[in-house]
């Protein structure tokens, strides 16, 4: 039997950030019965509306979460909330073009609305972390928790500041930061992280008939999940009552190869026609080994991911209106 209770009572949560991972938060914390509050620097209604939360769904506030006075009156305004789930952030390849506003949303913006929740009252925190925070792989079994961690890039560095400064400025209440392995799902086109774009122009290409030429090997991997997973833990880890502060890991639980990937799309759109070229800079296959170690997320949360890789394909293709549901 899991240790898991979910909150019985209306929840309502407020969300920072509206990006790939937090308009799907929204859709799944609502379909949970919660009621969304939702806020970012740059709101994107039309996407919002098309992939978060269906019905009646309150559109996102424009907020700035480096600005405390902003972020406290957000807050305030919405006094009988029991949650927050901080959301926000830069992608890898902008914290590495601008690291400094990256290291400012990250932390005084995280620091900001973690401190408001607290004087507001609220008790329980989710908090977006990433799997940059182990750096390179190492030797011997899969990553959890409690392993080390050694960023590598400017990206990792920042996603572990983000955990130092959740712990500290909200770590005797109910805290949970979610480490999350490569992202990949429907986003606003071009946008999200390499994970996210790699998919994404692979399943596009297939969809309207263009070749796919990549320099690379079939045998690279990575350790991919989809969003809807992602947000199904969210979600869990919001609105299911564990107490203190918990590190939970969030990934498939296995890696998948680029020929998976190519045979994924392909199996939606069998015309798809994808190359992968040897380049002399990468004779050997990009190993992304060990992957995520991912239970503790059913322990805690009682949930796993639903999507295997083939499963998230034909359903990005439903979702983005690429193939029908039928």
């Not at 999350?180 to 429907?186: K, M, N, Q, R, T």
Request: with cysteine.
């Amino acid at each position: 039997m899991l240790p898991h209770k979910e909150q019985t009572r209306k929840s309502s949560v407020l969300l920072f950030g509206t990006g790939q991972i937090g308009v799907f938060a929204a859709r799944a914390l609502k379909s949970r019965g919660a009621l969304v509050h939702a806020a970012d620097a740059a709101p994107d209604g039309p996407f919002y509306a098309r992939f978060g939360p269906a019905g009646e769904a309150e559109e996102p506030a424009k907020l700035d979460v480096t600005c405390m006075r902003d972020v406290e009156a957000f807050v305030h305004s919405h006094s009988q909330s029991t949650a927050v789930v901080f959301a926000a952030g830069y992608t890898g390849d902008r914290a590495t073009r601008d690291p400094t506003p990256a290291k400012l949303v990250a932390q005084r913006g995280l620091a900001n609305v973690l401190g408001a929740a607290r004087a507001t009252g609220i008790q329980r925190a989710v908090v977006v972390s990433s799997l940059a925070v182990y750096g390179g792989a190492f030797e011997g079994g899969n990553l959890a928790e409690d392993g080390p961690t050694h960023p590598r890039t400017i990206y990792g560095e920042i996603q572990l500041a983000v955990e130092e400064t959740a712990l500290a400025s909200f770590g005797d209440l109910n805290l949970t930061i979610l480490r999350i392995a490569g992202v990949f799902g429907p986003n606003r086109f071009g946008y999200g992280s390499n994970s996210s774009r790699f998919v994404e122009r692979m399943l596009y290409a297939a969809a309207i008939g263009e070749p796919v030429r990549i320099e690379g090997c079939w045998e690279d991997e990575d350790d991919l999940i989809y969003v809807k997973d992602v947000a199904s833990a969210i979600s869990a880890a919001t609105l299911t009552s564990v107490n203190g502060s918990h590190i939970v890991n969030v990934g498939l639980g296995r890696n998948s190869t680029l020929r998976e990937i190519a045979d994924a799309v392909a199996s939606v759109f069998p015309a798809a026609d994808i190359v992968v070229t040897p380049t002399p800079q990468l004779q050997k296959p990009l190993r992304r080994r060990p992957y995520l170690d991912s239970s503790r997320l059913a322990t805690l949360f009682g949930v796993r991911p639903a999507f295997p890789l083939l499963a998230a394909i034909h359903d990005y293709a439903v979702e983005t209106g690429l193939v029908h549901a039928g």
